[in-house]
């Protein structure tokens, strides 16, 4: 695996990271920030995570669902179907 792909794969894992954990929330955003800068994440989307990213119990897919933002690109990229 290149190093570009564990880079990836990591952020993946961080990006669905569980709720709740300390600093999970930041790690949530920081994976969603990196996801952004590649075009796979909307601007909605990451300010759904930045707005979350303090309180580490705050489901930010949850928050997305409530507003009604959805970025079929995540789906994508996690390789689910929503």
Do not use: K, W
């Not at 570009?4 to 920030?33: K, N, T």
């Not at 300010?47 to 994508?76: H, T």
Request: overall charge negative.
């Amino acid at each position: 695996m290149t190093e570009h792909r564990a880079d990836r794969a990591r952020l993946a894992v961080d990006f669905e990271c569980q709720i709740g954990p300390e600093r999970s929330g930041e790690r949530r955003y920081a994976a969603a920030m990196y996801f952004y800068s590649c075009g796979e994440l909307s601007a909605e989307m990451l300010e759904i995570y930045r707005r979350c990213c303090n309180d580490d119990s705050e489901d930010p897919q949850d928050l997305a669902r409530f507003e009604g933002v959805f970025d079929i690109r995540i789906s994508r990229f996690l390789g689910r179907s929503e």
